[in-house]
């Protein structure tokens, strides 16, 4: 399971356009511990194989970039994974679809 609690974005801006309300794009940190099914396995096979919001060569980039991390150090695609190890995957720029403005969000 992964974590977004911790991480939802705090100051996440918005513009009214149209009777619709549009959030600002904001980066998200996804956050979760290794799992045992994941032990022994690369950062690259999990990402591409446990998260499919994003594809293979996605991962690729994002890793090599320090977008995903794992106890805090980037590390690189080949990294084994070990258990209880936490891995953070930063994703920028993310966009929501624009909704109804039906007037401040309390």
Request: charge should be neutral; aromatic fraction near 8%.
């Amino acid at each position: 399971r992964v974590s977004q609690a911790a991480t939802a974005p705090e100051h996440v801006t918005y513009k009214i356009q149209g009777g619709l309300r549009h959030v600002e794009p904001y980066d998200f940190d996804f956050t979760t511990h290794v799992k045992q099914r994941w032990v022994g396995r690369t950062l690259l096979e999990v990402c591409a194989c446990e998260f499919v919001a994003f594809p293979r060569d996605y991962y690729e980039a994002s890793i090599a970039a320090g977008r995903v991390t794992v106890d805090g150090q980037p590390v690189k695609s080949e990294h084994v994974l070990r258990d209880g190890q936490l891995i953070v995957h930063r994703a920028v720029r993310c966009r929501e679809n624009p909704v109804l403005d039906r007037g401040p969000i309390q």
